[in-house]
């Protein structure tokens, strides 16, 4: 059914889950999944001031999700790492609809009842409003 899956990740340890999940899925059959990772960039920044600056941070991340890609391949599924620049919202969900993607997989956290209002503006929550395509949030 999915067999093209975007997994988001921030590369924490809470986020290996949604991988081991979208992996999951694709047992069996063939499946390409993507794990992308999106260098929040300051909104007013126009110039370069802060390029070197966003560039060892896609580098530091390029380095993890190549581990994390290579822990979790197999000969069915092929896993694909990608790194873009600007906000995380806007760019997951452009990047989905952009590549055809089937599922997006991403970690989300727990909101505790007393502060429920308070994760209405999470990533996840927000991406999975806004995509055109299911998503998948882990807990």
Avoid at 86 to 103: M, N, W
Wanted: hydrophobic letters at 40%.
């Amino acid at each position: 059914m999915f067999r093209n899956i975007l997994v988001p990740t921030d590369l924490t340890e809470k986020s290996l889950k949604a991988i081991e999940i979208a992996t999951g899925m694709g047992k069996g059959k063939p499946c390409h999944i993507t794990l992308l990772h999106v260098v929040e960039t300051i909104e007013d920044d126009e110039g370069d001031e802060f390029r070197e600056f966003y560039d060892k941070l896609a580098a530091r991340a390029e380095k993890n999700m190549a581990k994390i890609a290579r822990r979790y391949e197999t000969d069915n599924i092929k896993i694909h790492t990608d790194i873009i620049y600007g906000r995380r919202v806007h760019e997951i969900v452009k990047y989905a609809s952009s590549k055809g993607i089937d599922l997006i997989i991403l970690s989300s956290h727990k909101l505790e009842e007393m502060e429920s209002s308070d994760g209405w503006a999470t990533i996840s929550y927000r991406v999975g409003i806004l995509a055109s395509c299911p998503v998948m949030m882990v807990k």
